[in-house]
């Protein structure tokens, strides 16, 4: 009996380069995959999408509300993260509150702090240098914290305020929608490398994922992640860190 190729995941689809080896069915349950689930990260310009909604997240059946950092990480911690985040936030109404997401509040503490600049280095709350590998590395721990969070806008916005290039933000969304949970190992990284006036940061990566059916899955592969290099005229944005591309394939075994 010949077996069909094992069914991707879709908040995978996009991100594999690397075709993937036959290796036995996948249930009628799983999430179908996009078109295009095997092919080169995407490097085009970004198209014009809506705001994300901040609030609820759609999945197939019904509405999944954005995990808060209270119920997360507990109270206390969220508390001290929420008063960090007070402590450095030159926004009128930032998002410091315990009831958003913990990634939602950590994206603002890197915001700020970056926005500092050289200030940041003796400013409290701000310990991990924004131009550091270490800043690199939290964009992909941030991005799959708030994946897990169902807070799809904030991860969204880890590949640049335009989002994911060549995505709709509907589309991100919806990719998500038969993934209850999701966590990230950060392998060790390389130093990061500048070229063309941005520097680069490779980011190894191992991710465990629970699809709503209860099926686990595990992925191996790596973020490239990148930042302007100090360029005269370059806007805060343009500064911070950001996903480029990611490369994932299923792991062995």
């Known amino acids: 009996m010949i077996r069909s190729a094992p069914r991707l995941p879709r908040w995978l689809a996009g991100t594999l380069l690397l075709p993937l080896a036959a290796c036995g069915g996948g249930a009628s349950s799983e999430p179908e995959p996009e ?3 095997v092919a080169a990260a995407p490097t085009s310009t970004p198209v014009a999408s809506p705001s994300p909604a901040p ?4 999945g197939r059946s019904e509405p999944v509300s954005i995990l808060s950092c209270s119920a997360d990480r507990g109270d206390a911690a969220a508390r ?13 109404h930032p998002p ?4 958003n997401s913990c990634a939602m509040i950590e994206d603002e503490i890197a915001r700020s702090c970056a926005l500092m600049g050289d200030d940041a280095a003796g400013t409290p709350g701000c310990e991990v240098d924004p131009k550091s590998d270490a800043a690199a590395a ?10 897990n969070a169902h807070d799809y806008s904030t991860a969204w916005i880890q590949w640049g305020q335009d989002g994911r290039p060549g995505q709709r933000f509907a589309d991100f969304q919806k990719g998500f929608s038969h993934t209850r949970a999701t966590s ?9 490398e500048g070229a063309a006036g941005s520097v680069y940061a490779t980011v190894p990566v191992t991710v465990d994922a629970q699809l709503d059916n209860g099926r686990q899955q595990r992925f191996v592969g790596q973020y490239v992640v990148r930042r302007v290099n100090d360029v005269p005229g370059a806007s805060a944005d343009q500064l911070r ?13």
Not at 138 to 147: G, L, T
Not at 184 to 192: C, D
């Open 35 to 37: 078109r295009n689930a």
């Open 55 to 58: 609030a609820k997240t759609g």
């Open 80 to 92: 001290k993260l929420v008063k960090i985040c007070t402590s450095v936030s030159p926004a009128t």
């Open 96 to 99: 410091c509150n315990a009831v």
């Open 138 to 147: 939290d964009v992909v721990r941030r991005y799959y914290a708030a994946i």
């Open 184 to 192: 990230v190992t950060i392998g060790r990284m390389a130093p990061s």
């Open 241 to 253: 860190w950001h996903i480029d591309s990611a490369t994932l394939k299923p792991a062995a075994g």
